[in-house]
T-cell receptor, first 118, second 112 residues
Framework: GAVVSQHPSWVICKSGTSVKIECRSL??????MFWYRQFPKQSLMLMAT?????????EQGVEKDKFLINHASLTLSTLTVTSAHPEDSSFYIC??????????????FGPGTRLTVL | GENVEQHPSTLSVQEGDSAVIKCTYS??????FPWYKQELGKRPQLIID?????GEKKDQRIAVTLNKTAKHFSLHITETQPEDSAVYFC???????????FGTGTRLTIIP
């Protein structure tokens, strides 16, 4: 149980375009989802915390107007990278936690989306 | 906010020997400490976690120890095998649905 999927697994886009990444919890209700960015050979850097039905909380230094996050249901969160530029090329990973007493503290990670901006 | 430091950044161990990775954290309110294993291009996989009400937890060849007073916790892998080669991340958080802060990672290489 506790499976998280992401789509697409990889995407290549032109500079200036927008890209949407979906994160889904397949077999549990995800009250909270997290979006991370991971550059090569580096750690996971939290971008934002997303609670269902409310606005995301962004980490310091993350532009909320550039990285739009929507968490409209208990099983789906989306990250839209607007006006992408080559420096936005990275591995984007989501994770999800469920209702208390269910999945507890554990964050379940999606498989990641590799974004390349040309 | 929380700050997690992890050492060493790289570690090479002869197959069959033990590996130890150490982390320190700064937020005394943190009470959940997971360890993740990440293979190249793949998602992080939880291998073991510990909560602040215990000092040690073991799962077969993997163990984690926690010293809340000193604010540090360690991952111990015994009888290492080639498939243990990966990048390992520690993390710290306040539990529940609170965010995690990750360490910088340790690239573990098991030498056959």
């Amino acid at each position: 149980g506790a499976v998280v999927s992401q789509h697409p697994s990889w995407v290549i886009c032109k500079s200036g375009t927008s890209v949407k990444i979906e994160c889904r919890s397949l077999d549990f209700q995800a009250t909270t989802m997290f979006w991370y960015r991971q550059f090569p050979k580096q750690s996971l850097m939290l971008m934002a915390t997303s609670n269902e039905g409310s606005k995301a909380t962004y980490e310091q230094g993350v532009e909320k107007d550039k990285f739009l996050i929507n968490h409209a249901s208990l099983t789906l969160s989306t990250l839209t990278v607007t006006s992408a530029h080559p420096e936005d090329s990275s591995f984007y990973i989501c994770s999800a936690t469920g209702l208390a007493g269910g999945t507890g503290n554990e964050q379940f990670f999606g498989p990641g989306t590799r974004l390349t901006v040309l | 906010g929380e700050n997690v430091e992890q050492h060493p950044s790289t570690l090479s161990v002869q197959e069959g020997d033990s590996a130890v990775i150490k982390c320190t954290y700064s937020d005394s309110a943190s009470n959940y400490f997971p360890w993740y294993k990440q293979e190249l291009g793949k998602r992080p996989q939880l291998i073991i976690d510990i909560r602040s009400n215990v000092g040690e937890k073991k799962d077969q060849r993997i163990a984690v120890t926690l010293n809340k007073t000193a604010k540090h916790f360690s991952l111990h892998i015994t009888e290492t095998q080639p498939e243990d080669s990966a990048v390992y991340f520690c993390a710290a958080g306040r539990g529940g649905n609170e965010k995690l802060t990750f360490g910088t990672g340790t690239r573990l290489t098991i030498i056959p």
